[in-house]
């Protein structure tokens, strides 16, 4: 009887040829220190190869064989590609406790491994950087909120706590030195890899971010205070969704502490850079038009879905700020995108009544805040998922409630040169003592947002100089030469078809 001689093939002979050179070329390049191929493998080609071969399933495990052999069993190369592994699972399929935990586990591997010395990141993308810690904060925020849902401590493990967090990104921002050398510029205290900076740069901007999810907005504005937003080389350029991102938590943390006119400037930074990029079609590291004198960029690996969400509920936050404070003077293309987007909400609250306004407010609101989480929940608790938000909701409102009066008394300040105080009051249906206040909390808020109105109280009357806008004409122009190419080009795209 003939031996039955067996087929021995190697661990990878299930991965496709270019799923195997996608691990090859990154593991290669990684030790090698190339950063730019390395960035366009990441930011690329795994995004192509995802599209292909990975749409509803996992990648191929960091722990199966098939992986090992292609990178020589490199500890490094596999610990990093875990949070790559882990980071598609989250955002493509429904990841178990069990994944959560071990997701975790690898991210404890990373962390520990940084700030102990045993894993020395010597070359990384600027991206990858940034979505370590910014996936280390969203999965946190996620199993804060399944956390929130089940009802007894027995069903959930102690991991992706409020206090672990916060105290690994808080030792990234520190070992990093990252805090003295942006606000000294000093170069003794830079550590010996330009990407530990990176890396502390980026946590300091997430755990600005996760104070921001559990409503601490005071905190998340005082770590970002090293940072000067108004330099154009700072690193958060280096990364779109990280320029995204920043700005809209930035924006959102002003607004809940009642500065307004700080919010529409955040706002505004990213809508208007993220529409001109979908309005020139820019792929690729080369925008000239950039406010921020940097090519921004659409990543591919970066999420496309979550970019433009961020920058749709910045602009209704913008709608929102600019009712709360009226007079904002906003370039005319954000009140174009306002009109579109949210055209019949924002009309329905200008004239609408105080109920009709709440509502209104109220769902916009929910609809472009983030999604909070509570900090820590009591073990016997019921189902406190919606708890977050309905407290955040509530602090809005008592700032809706401050504002409330400012719109209806800046439109008859508008109607008028002087108006006395006493026929001010009649129309308001109040007494001269509060439409007084009215008016002094009103200019307060029009000279932070630049208004066009400007007036001044002496004797209880009121005596307005309105002043006229400036005419901005270079944006309508650049509108609609960017609408006339679209067009040039579907006639062409037809003509080739025919």
């Known amino acids: 009887m003939t031996d039955f001689v067996r087929d021995e093939k190697p661990a990878d002979f299930l991965l496709p040829d270019s799923v195997k050179g996608w691990f090859s ?16 493998l990441y930011d690329k080609e795994f995004a192509a190869l995802t599209a292909s071969y990975f749409k509803q399933s996992p990648w191929p495990e960091p ?67 940034f979505d370590i810690v910014g996936e ?17 401590e027995t069903e959930v493990p102690s991991i992706w706590t409020t206090k672990a967090v916060h105290s690994y990104l808080h030792r990234l ?39 921001v999810l559990i409503g601490d907005y005071f905190t998340a504005l005082q770590l970002l205070t090293p940072i000067d937003f108004s330099k154009r080389d700072q690193i958060y350029l280096n990364s779109y969704s990280c320029h995204v991102s920043v700005f809209y938590h930035l924006g959102f943390a002003q607004l809940m502490l009642g500065d307004l006119a700080s919010a529409v400037r955040s706002f505004v ?11 020139f079609g820019i792929s690729d590291p ?18 496309y879905d979550q970019v433009n969400k961020l920058t749709e509920k910045a602009l209704a936050l913008v709608g929102i700020a600019t009712y709360l404070a009226p007079g904002n003077n ?82 008859y300040i508008k ?29 307060v808020v029009a000279d932070k947002v630049n208004s066009d109105v400007h007036f001044y109280l002496t004797n209880d009357l009121i005596k307005i100089d309105e002043q006229k806008r400036e005419q901005r004409n270079g944006q309508y122009f650049l509108s609609q030469i960017a609408k006339l190419q679209r067009v040039v080009d579907t006639c062409h795209a037809q003509t080739h078809v025919l």
């Open 25 to 40: 070329q990154m593991y290669t390049h990684m030790i090698a220190g190339n950063v730019e191929e390395m960035d366009r």
């Open 63 to 129: 722990d199966g064989d098939a992986v090992i052999s292609l990178v020589d069993e490199d500890p490094v190369f596999l610990t990093l590609y875990a949070q790559i592994y882990y980071r598609h699972m989250f955002s493509k399929l429904q990841p178990t406790l069990e994944f959560n935990h071990a997701s975790w586990d690898n991210y404890v591997a990373i962390f520990d491994g940084i700030l102990d010395g045993s894993l020395v990141l010597d070359a990384m993308p600027s991206q990858w950087l």
């Open 136 to 152: 280390f904060v969203y999965q946190y925020q996620s199993f804060c909120q399944y956390r929130a849902k089940v009802k007894t």
């Open 173 to 211: 921002v520190k070992v990093s030195n990252i805090k003295s050398i942006l606000v000294n510029g000093d170069i003794d205290a830079s550590p010996s890899s330009t990407t530990l900076k990176e890396l502390g740069y980026f946590a300091l901007i997430c755990l600005s971010r996760a104070h």
């Open 269 to 279: 930074k990213i809508i208007l850079q993220v529409h001109r990029n979908r309005t």
């Open 286 to 303: 080369v925008s000239e038009s950039s406010d921020s004198g940097v090519g921004a960029y659409y990543s591919k690996f970066a999420d």
């Open 330 to 411: 906003v370039e005319d293309q954000v009140h174009s995108l306002l009109r579109e987007k949210f055209g019949d909400k924002l009309a329905a609250i200008q004239k609408g009544y105080c109920q009709i306004n709440t509502q209104v407010l109220t769902e916009l609101f929910a609809s472009s805040a983030p999604k909070f989480i509570l900090a820590s929940v009591a073990a016997d608790a019921e189902d406190v998922s919606k708890d977050a938000l309905a407290f955040q909701t509530k602090l809005f409102l008592d700032l809706v409630q401050v504002h409330s009066s400012l719109p209806a008394l800046r439109s």
């Open 415 to 443: 109607l008028y040169r002087s108006i006395d105080a006493a026929k001010l009051a009649r129309f308001r249906s109040t007494d001269v003592a509060a439409v007084v206040a009215e008016a002094m909390h009103l200019k």
